[in-house]
């Protein structure tokens, strides 16, 4: 006759118990409850949606874009005429900015404090705006100061594909896509946030899409120079959205 | 039509042996080889190690990307979009016109500038390859002064302290360089020259060609390089010049040379090419004859006494030698040159005074002076004067010079002389080298300053007398080097920007010379914009032909019985050595031999055989003169080539290719591609002789032995050979050959003669693609090609091609999407023909390498290209084995990138492939894709021309043709439409989009050359 086997003593004898399996079964149910909509945010490798990194200036295009109305080819002209939609050099930025250092608001608060202390106004530079004359080098009479060094702006990239996809914006601009169809609200941001996942499959399928349906989606087959009133649409003015390898990788 | 071949076409002599290894392993794409095999085991721990690696790299994040815009952008830099500028070429004294495209501030591509008068559009392999050296990093970045760093200031202010010692003690000054162009520095030069009681000017070439100047001398009273038209030339008879690979101008020479032969004007100039070993235009004459070094004047002298007795003019000829030349053909020659008074061309590439003097004679009685070889107007690309050169080096043993200025050339490297011209220059007080890199010259100077390169600077050119270029800068100056002419405008004591004394120059010299412009701004600015300008020639008084000194030259110097007469010759790559830095150039196969990374010895099959040695053996060759080294180098067999002579290329074994210890993929197997000395082949300059007052580079004897050691020479001969199945062959005769060809007097009867029909079948493959855009097409003309490899680096830098080293192409693994086959054949007479064919991917409308795909990475577009998608890859190297034209690369490796400057080069626009990706030509698919978009912006269809492949747009000869095929108009089709056009193994039915037109040999079949102008009209 064999010894009977030792119970096991403290916490290991309630193992087995029907109880313990209860609590465990719960316990995993409630971390996939917490884990599975996290799952959501580990995106596909290259995957990049919704990244939203802070800018060396807080540019906000809401201002900019949406509230005054500056046409996106103002600042982004090479989207028209180079593969690259371009960053504006400062130089651009100073079209507007050799006159414009602070929002209204604030130069309104000055002359207001002026006049309550009884003194001339001071200049009052935004100190996001005096990033650009920093970048330029430039002193307070809007000179270039040759004392200082200029320094060009880095801005952090927020629409980044592989190095093997060659995307081009100029027969995309030039069809008449829409700034806001790939790149999404921008005159509504703060910070520029990728809106679309950029992935292969959502190019094919809008250059599938316009292809049947034209870029309205209405039929309207033709790009931007518009053809004769009348008659089909003549080749060199058709979308031809291609979904040919070689569109893209090369 | 079912002819009877007799032609048989071998890329190498085991092929044409029959040697069943080669015949076996032709059929290989991959052959697998080498010390070491990769076993199954091998496989299992690598695939678990990749992906272990695989998933850790996974895991990282992806690097945040950062843009940083222009502070200040000017109008017409848009970043993303190129920009040409036009320059000139500085490759070597040529001055081809060159476009640079500039793209965000960095050249990345030179291309030929079609406006040019003398280089048409062209651009060699060599000047192609330039660019890089722009990017090189272990170009000198700052002066150095007894090989340490120094400043500008400080070696300013001692050389100008030294310089004036030197002019209070009335020492002598010399300024040695090459050949100089520029009329702006010559001008700085003799300025600064002006103020030394006791200086001048040397000037010398490494490849030289001063005995054809000092003939002119002698004739003509002024010691002048005509300007030679090919294309007005109907009979061409070259006595050893390799016009067309790498003599004075080849660019230019090449692109007469092809007006000159234009089939459908049914104008084709006869060639006749007498030369010791095969050179590039050897291998283009209509009529070869392999003909000893020594013999060379006796024929000469041969020619002249025939075509002096047809034209009735005086030529004293006693007893002469028989020539090994058939005399009949000779009476023939002449005959055909004294019909031709006037449109013919003796050409003389030897560096031997009397040999000279004869070829100027021959063509003063054929009247050619004043037609076909101008010196009005003469060419300025040679100046070099080895009795200068000779006198100078005197004056070094003597230590009689006190400053020496070296610019442009390496003495220390491309003279023979060695130890003692190194001593030599050692004992010079004030020795100042320009160099751009630490070369043999540049070692031994006290002072070494940086040169910068010349797409850095302003700079200008006058290859032709009356016809100035300019070049420009196209970056801004990577290092902080100095051009010459701002080095000596300081020590002229007006230190002034390049720019400015252009400038200057141009508008006292220059604008003056010409009428069309009367404001001197719009003149500049034309002349800028251009890259050239056409102003009046330098006044030129020549006297009457001075028959006096032609002597006749009664005997052939053979070498002694067991002897060989030794050859040295530049190569199309190397040139003088002055591309050793240059990777690209020295993984170019040869034209001819098809060698990369090496110079060989050369000799012809009979004189192997009486060696008894096969290629890669090692042998001996020992000058007659005593030189105490002894050369040791590979045999390389070459068909053609004279038995008695052994053929050596200059220009390699410098002190720059010592950084190539490193080049290729580093692993276990790896052998390196320098040799025992630690640099890329052997220097041969030793065995060049200054006698007689010039350099010769065919008079050495030498003795040659067997060591009995091996070096494999990365050849790429028998690599990728096409093969037509067996099956495929119609019943009774043998397979196709891949390379069609013909005769003019075939060709004038019936234009379609030499293309061989094929049987059309019912075609299994359905039309499934049916282009409603363009369909991309290429024609290839065999006829005008050359095999200049000028398109394979024009490929290289436009697709960012690596380059693997040594012994990754002696193990078939070479990444050229472009590669010229050379197909030997023999002719009846014994001849030995060349067929050059460019071979690229054929972009099949059938595709064989598409159905194997297993991951759809090669597809086919609708507009008839076929696409390879490198991210789509994994490969599998399926399609590569199924590829019949053996036309895709794979990237065994990831090829180094690590040279963050070099990498400079890199075009934005193609992909850098990695490792385990298959890559081919694509029809520089972003060429066509930029048009295509720049069209449609414009909204205007793409127009023939837009878009050029990188192949097509240099090609000197402008072999290459591309555009659409679907448009009837484009030149593509009409070329497509020639009767020449064929397709290499159009028995495969898999429909390739490049077309071949047949080559035309200006012979006829029974071995009696057709004259041209019996066919007129």
């Known amino acids: ?187 509504t941001m703060e910070r520029v946030r990728q809106v679309e996942d950029l992935s292969m499959g959502w190019c094919v399928n809008c250059h599938r899409g316009v292809d049947r349906a034209g870029l309205d989606g209405n039929g309207n087959f033709t790009s931007a120079p518009a053809p004769a009133a009348q008659g089909p649409v003549p080749v060199t003015h058709r979308v031809n959205a291609s979904i040919d390898c070689s569109t893209c990788h090369y | 039509m079912s002819k009877k071949r007799t032609k048989r076409y071998w890329k190498s002599l085991k092929e044409r042996d029959a040697a069943p290894d080669v015949l076996n392993a032709r059929a290989d794409e991959f052959p697998e080889g080498g010390p070491r095999q990769f076993r199954r085991r091998d496989f299992l721990k690598a695939t678990g190690f990749t992906l272990g690696v695989a998933f850790a790299t996974g895991c990282s994040r992806a690097p945040v990307q950062r843009a940083i815009p222009l502070l200040s952008q000017s109008e017409e830099i848009v970043p993303g979009r190129s920009l040409f500028y036009a320059s000139t070429c500085a490759g070597c004294s040529a001055g081809c ?56 200031a400080e070696i300013d202010h001692e050389i100008q302290s030294e310089l004036a010692n030197v002019r209070r003690d009335h020492g002598a000054v010399r300024f040695l360089s090459g050949t100089i162009t520029s009329p702006t520095t010559r001008a700085e030069i003799r300025e600064f020259l002006a103020g ?79 030369e010791p070993r095969m050179s590039v235009t050897g291998s283009k004459a209509d009529r070869r004859l392999a003909v000893a070094p020594g013999e060379m004047g006796l024929l000469l002298t041969h020619l002249a006494q025939r075509v002096a007795r047809k034209v009735g003019a005086p030529f004293v000829s006693p007893e002469l030698e028989a020539s090994s030349v058939d005399s009949v053909f000779l009476e023939e020659l002449a005959d055909r040159l004294c019909r031709a008074r006037g449109r013919s061309l003796i050409l003389c590439g030897t560096n031997d005074l009397q040999q ?104 200008d050119a006058e290859p032709v007398s009356g016809l100035v270029s300019v070049s420009q800068p196209t970056i801004h100056p990577l290092g902080d080097a100095r051009s010459l002419v701002e080095s000596i405008a300081t020590w002229n004591g007006k230190p002034k920007p390049a720019y400015d004394l252009v400038r200057e120059h141009w508008k006292a010299e220059v604008f003056p010379r010409q009428k ?133 290329a200059l220009g390699y074994g410098s002190k720059l290719s010592a950084r190539f210890a490193k080049v290729g993929p ?139 080293g040594r012994d990754e192409i002696r193990r078939n693994r070479e990444m050229h999407w472009l590669r010229i086959d050379r197909y030997y054949s023999e002719a009846e007479s014994g001849q030995i023909e060349v067929a050059y064919e460019p071979l690229m991917c054929q972009q099949c409308e059938n595709a064989p390498c598409e159905t194997v795909c297993p991951v759809l990475a090669t597809v086919h577009s609708e507009d008839g290209l076929n696409q390879q998608v490198y991210n789509r890859c994994i490969g599998t190297r399926y399609c590569a084995n199924n590829c019949p034209y053996k036309g895709r690369r794979f990237n065994w490796f990831n090829y180094a990138h690590d040279d963050q400057l070099q990498n400079l080069v890199l075009n934005p626009d193609v992909a850098v492939r990695s490792r385990g990706v298959m890559e081919k030509c694509t029809f520089c698919v972003q060429r066509i894709q930029e048009a295509k978009i720049e069209a449609k912006r414009r909204g205007e269809r793409v127009s023939d021309g837009a878009v050029q492949t990188a192949c097509q747009q240099s090609c000197p000869a402008q072999a290459i043709y591309f555009g659409d095929l679907n448009d009837p108009n484009s030149q593509v089709s009409k070329m497509m439409a020639n009767p020449r056009r064929y397709r290499v193994l159009e028995e495969l039915n898999v429909r390739p989009a490049v077309g071949y037109l047949t080559i035309v040999r200006n012979c006829s079949q029974e071995g009696k050359e057709e004259s041209k102008e019996e066919h007129h009209g």
């Open chain 1, 1 to 187: 006759m064999s010894a009977p086997r030792p119970k096991p003593s403290g916490l290991l004898q309630y193992l087995g118990s029907p109880f313990v399996t209860l609590v465990l079964v719960t316990a995993l149910a409630f971390s996939l409850m917490i884990l599975v909509p996290k799952f959501n945010a580990y995106a596909l490798p290259g995957n990049q949606l919704g990244y939203e990194p802070t800018q060396p200036v807080a540019f906000s295009h809401r201002l900019h874009a949406g509230e005054l109305q500056v046409q996106c080819l103002y600042c982004h002209s090479g989207a028209e005429k180079s593969r690259h939609g371009g960053i504006p050099a400062a130089n651009v930025c100073m079209n507007c900015h050799r006159f414009v250092a602070a929002p209204l608001g604030a130069i309104h608060a000055e002359d207001d404090l002026a006049k309550k202390e009884k003194r001339e106004p001071r200049r009052v530079v935004s100190p996001e705006i005096q990033k650009i004359y920093d970048a330029l080098a430039l002193n307070e009479k809007m000179q270039p100061d040759p004392a200082k060094p200029t320094a060009p702006i880095t801005w952090v990239k927020v629409h980044n594909l592989p190095d093997f996809v060659y995307f081009d914006h100029r027969p995309h601009v030039n069809a008449g896509v829409a700034c806001q169809k790939c790149h999404g609200p921008v005159e």
């Open chain 2, 97 to 152: 016109g060159l476009l640079a495209k500039v793209r965000d501030g960095r050249p990345i591509k030179l291309e030929g500038n079609p406006q040019h008068p003398v280089s048409r559009g062209g651009l060699c392999a060599t000047g192609q390859a330039n660019i890089l050296g722009l990017y090189d990093s272990q170009r000198l970045q700052h002066p150095l002064k007894d090989g340490k760093k120094s400043s500008w």
């Open chain 2, 196 to 274: 030394f009681p006791e200086a001048h000017h040397v000037v010398y070439d490494p490849l030289s060609n001063s005995a054809l100047l000092d003939a002119h001398e002698q004739t003509h009273g002024v010691r002048v390089l005509p300007r030679f038209h090919f294309d007005k030339a109907e009979v061409i008879v070259s006595f050893d010049a390799d016009f067309l690979g790498t003599w004075i101008s080849p660019v230019g020479y090449t692109a007469d040379y092809r007006a000159g032969r234009d089939l459908d004007a049914k104008r084709v100039s006869y060639h006749v090419q007498f």
């Open chain 2, 356 to 459: 000279q003097l004869l070829s100027n004679y021959l063509n003063h009685i054929l009247g050619n002076y004043g037609s076909t070889l101008d010196i009005d107007k003469p060419s300025l690309q040679a100046q070099g004067s080895d009795k200068e050169l000779g006198e100078l080096l005197a004056e070094l043993q003597d230590g009689k010079v006190k400053a020496l200025f070296v610019y442009g050339a390496n003495p220390a490297f491309d003279l023979p002389g060695g130890d003692g011209l190194a001593g030599a220059l050692r004992k010079v007080p004030l020795l100042v080298s320009f160099a751009q890199r630490v070369d043999e010259t540049a070692a031994l100077a006290r002072y070494v300053l940086p040169e910068q390169h010349y797409l850095e600077s302003w700079n």
């Open chain 2, 516 to 648: 069309k412009e009367s404001n001197f701004d719009a003149f500049w600015d034309r002349a800028v914009h251009d890259g050239v300008a056409e102003v009046e020639s330098l006044p030129i008084k020549t006297r009457e032909f001075n028959t006096q000194l032609v002597r006749p030259i009664l005997k052939a110097q053979r070498p002694e019985t067991g002897a060989f007469a030794l050859v040295l010759y530049p190569t199309v790559a190397m040139l003088d050595g002055r591309n050793a830095y240059n990777p690209w150039l020295h993984e170019l196969p040869d034209p001819i031999t098809k060698v990369t990374w090496d110079n060989y010895a050369s000799i012809s099959p009979t004189a192997a055989q009486r060696l008894g040695v096969v290629d890669g053996d090692v042998v001996r060759l020992e000058n007659d003169g005593g030189s105490p080294e002894a050369f040791e180098l590979p045999v390389c067999i070459q068909p053609g080539q004279q038995d008695q002579v052994i053929a050596v």
């Open chain 2, 666 to 804: 580093q692993w276990l197997d790896a052998i390196i591609s320098v040799g025992d000395k630690g640099v890329v082949g052997l220097n041969a300059a030793p065995l060049l002789r200054l006698s007689d007052g010039v350099l010769q580079y065919d008079s050495a004897q030498v003795k040659v032995s067997r060591t009995g050691r091996q070096r494999e020479l990365a050849s790429t001969q028998t690599h990728n050979t096409l093969t037509v199945p067996k099956k495929l062959t119609p019943p009774g005769s043998g397979a196709r050959s891949v390379v069609q060809e013909t005769t003019l007097a075939a060709y004038l009867k019936d234009p379609h003669a030499g293309v061989e029909d094929h049987e059309e079948k019912e075609d299994l493959w359905p039309t499934d693609h049916p282009y409603p855009g363009p369909r991309w097409g290429m024609v290839i003309d065999q006829n005008a090609c050359t095999g200049c490899s000028s398109c394979v680096i024009a490929c290289q830098v436009e697709n960012n091609i690596p380059v693997v």
